[in-house]
């Protein structure tokens, strides 16, 4: 299996913050990296697709970048909407993979 | 508005087969990948497999032994089966919808998770 390692685990932010999340995988994923947001108690939302496509619907604050093992996830300017936990997934290998996640609290 | 809501026992007895159903409103089932997601207390996020809505199946080889997944598109709605649980299968349960166009890969719609306890 293809393994995700985000980092870091958890951060502090405040509100208007710039905040950017890193994804490696254990060998190339090409552009097939894609991340979530999740609420406890809500379900998963898709942010980005294929590495840096925009979901429709999400705010462009949100961007992604990156290939092949090593990905980002940029926040622009954090909202208190953003306060979450996110997720980057493979979906290169036939068995899709999750990163251990990244909790975004307020500092 | 496409929505996925998981259905089924919050409690399954040890060696018993947890069965979980999703029903998908606002939208029809074909031309996707429906897929079962679960996250055990305190871990990341584990993909257990997907079914086609022509039914062909695709399974986590950890799972594999025990997983069977099926499509009544009758009803919209798609199933788990996990045979002979343990402890270890104690998790919040998603169900998604993986597209094979629009999103490639991604799981562009959730449930909000079912969660099941696996105790005697």
């Known amino acids: 299996d293809i393994q995700m390692t985000q980092s870091p685990s958890s951060l502090s932010a405040s509100v208007g913050d710039r905040v950017t999340i890193t994804c490696r995988a254990s060998r190339s994923v090409s552009g097939s990296l894609n991340w979530y947001q999740h609420k406890p108690g809500k379900a998963p939302r898709l942010l980005i697709f294929s590495a840096s496509s925009l979901q429709s619907g999400v705010p462009s604050r949100f961007s992604g970048s990156g290939s092949g093992t090593d990905f980002t996830l940029t926040i622009s300017s954090l909202q208190p909407e953003d306060f979450a936990t996110y997720y980057c997934q493979q979906s290169y290998s036939n068995i899709r993979t999750f990163g251990q996640g990244t909790k975004v609290e307020i500092k | 508005q496409a929505q996925l809501q998981e259905s089924g026992p919050e409690l399954v007895r040890p060696s018993e087969t947890l069965s979980l159903t999703c029903t998908v409103s606002?939208?029809?089932?074909?031309?996707?990948?429906w897929t079962w997601i679960r996250q055990p207390p305190g871990q990341t996020l584990e993909w257990i497999g997907y079914i086609f809505y022509n039914g062909n199946t695709n399974y986590n080889p950890s799972l594999k032994s025990r997983v069977t997944m099926s499509v009544d598109t009758s009803k919209n709605q798609f199933s788990l089966n996990l045979s002979s649980a343990t402890a270890v299968d104690t998790a919040v349960y998603f169900c998604?919808?993986?597209?094979?166009?629009?999103?490639?890969?991604?799981?562009?719609?959730w449930g909000q998770g079912t969660l099941v306890t696996v105790s005697s």
């Open positions: 606002g939208g029809s089932i074909g031309s996707y990948y």
């Open positions: 998604a919808r993986q597209s094979l166009l629009a999103t490639p890969g991604a799981f562009d719609l």
